[in-house]
């Protein structure tokens, strides 16, 4: 095992060194800054797509096949979030963590700021839907390494003991970021249509900079990740990542995929393909995001403690009673919400999202990095949050609109999708190890590979994964 820098110590120690308190505390606020700001711009495309864009940007194609393009461009941007998260993951391994997160935040925020200042189809034609579609293109681009490179920094920051607490507080921003998101719809609900489809509707894509500003300010003053540190110490650090991470960590990216499809999928299809289904019924335009901005308040408690909880428990088995929730509120949630009524609505919506969702959401935090291995970590993640996210996140409202089209609007293959995706991630729990207490300076994956496999990696490589794999986590 790689002996620790004085501040990996502090590490397994707690925070009792004030300068790894101090460290601690700026990363805790840049991620939660940082990921406020991602889900703020992704939620907001996201009840936009469902609500706005159908009407000002495909007005020529109607109402059903207006939502349906809208929603295919939500899609867009979830294709574009794995190759910027190759693309930046690789160079976090290699260069570090703290500049490609700098480089990501402007990205991802800059071009939400810009869908603010487009102009409509019915100002320019065909070139606004395809200017929407390159800004969303962007917006993916530097989402994908983001919250990969958000997660892995606080992962690697937190005390060893308490890694699922600590690296759970800064996914309170992505709550932060749905509330704000879902509140600011619920306040554009109130505007005269006219007001809000000609100019009202730009003003929360705007405040985007804003969020932007702060980010940046906090992460200049940020110090590296200390794992990464190490690895520059001990001329460890990766010169291809990709390739390294392809090669070896095939075992740890399928589990990293599986462990996904019920969080990720859930979390879209409650916030977006919910909205609109129930919008079709009847239900007041405000409802479904102020169901969401409810279920993101039970979030700002509900991840913190799961996250604890797989401190005490280990990771797998508060991921599987997430798995479990979902699944169980999915045979009630639909047809409660085929009823069309506006309090149930709230309800079911805000607790499958706020509960079920995050539940898994808040073991996740700390279970994602624990898999990889230090030296191909960033890009690990990355792999494995933005290929889930294509499969689980991203199409899930476009399949949904698709599938509520084909079949009349019934809840029942609604209801299907959701028990495909969490039935995936439940069976995935049981062959994944538990990670608890894991030491991140070590090299290989958590997941033990087979001989062979060791035998094919280059020999300084090989020789560390013979001595350190799978290690336990009391020694951790």
Request: net charge positive.
């Amino acid at each position: 095992m790689a002996e620790h820098s004085p501040t990996s110590t502090a590490q397994l120690r707690g925070s009792d060194d004030p300068e790894y308190a101090a460290n601690l505390k700026r990363a805790t606020l840049a991620a939660s800054v940082g990921s406020a700001l991602e889900y703020y711009d992704f939620a907001l495309y996201s009840l936009a797509s469902a609500l706005i864009f159908g009407k000002i940007f495909f007005p020529g194609l109607g109402d059903a096949a207006g939502t349906v393009a809208s929603l295919a461009t939500l899609a867009i941007g979830f294709l574009a979030r794995p190759i910027g998260g190759l693309f930046f993951g690789a160079l976090g391994d290699r260069l570090g963590r703290k500049w490609i997160l700098m480089i990501t935040i402007a990205l991802m925020g800059g071009a939400s700021t810009l869908i603010g200042v487009l102009p409509t189809a019915d100002q320019i034609g065909i070139w606004a839907p395809i200017l929407l579609v390159f800004l969303r293109v962007c917006q993916g681009f530097g989402a994908g390494a983001e919250q990969a490179g958000a997660t892995v920094l606080m992962a690697e920051y937190s005390p060893t003991r308490r890694r699922g607490f600590y690296s759970a507080l800064p996914f309170v921003g992505i709550m932060l970021g749905t509330l704000l998101a879902s509140a600011v719809f619920v306040g554009l609900g109130q505007v005269p249509q006219e007001a809000l489809l000609s100019w009202v509707w730009r003003i929360p894509f705007l405040a985007s900079i804003f969020l932007i500003g702060i980010a940046v300010l906090i992460r200049l003053r940020l110090k590296e990740s200390p794992t990464f540190v190490e690895l520059e110490k001990s001329d460890q650090v990766a010169e291809h990542p990709l390739t390294e991470v392809f090669r070896s960590s095939r075992p740890s990216l399928w589990r990293g995929i599986g462990l996904r499809m019920a969080e990720n999928g859930g979390s879209y299809i409650y916030q977006t393909l919910a909205i609109t289904y129930v919008s079709k019924l009847g239900v007041q335009t405000s409802i479904g995001p102020l169901a969401v901005a409810i279920g993101a308040i039970l979030g700002f408690f509900t991840i913190p403690l799961a996250g604890s909880l797989s401190d005490k428990f280990g990771r797998m088995k508060v991921y599987r009673v997430g798995a479990i929730v979902q699944l169980v509120l999915a045979l009630a949630a639909w047809p409660l919400l085929s009823l069309g009524n506006a309090f149930i609505t709230v309800i079911v919506i805000a607790i499958c999202y706020g509960i079920g969702v995050n539940i898994m959401l808040g073991a996740q935090c700390a279970a994602l990095p624990e898999l990889f291995g230090s030296r191909h970590r960033y890009i690990g993640v990355a792999v494995a949050r933005e290929f889930s996210a294509i499969i689980a996140g991203g199409i899930a409202p476009f399949v949904g609109a698709l599938l509520l089209g084909w079949f009349s609007n019934s809840w029942i293959p609604l209801a299907s999708y959701v028990i495909i995706l969490t039935s995936i991630t439940l069976y995935t729990t049981f062959v994944t190890p538990d990670t608890r207490a894991r030491d991140l300076t070590l090299l290989p994956d958590a997941v033990k590979d087979t001989e062979q496999d060791i035998a094919e990696r280059p020999a300084p490589l090989a020789a560390s994964y013979r001595t350190t794999v799978n290690p336990s986590p009391v020694s951790a």
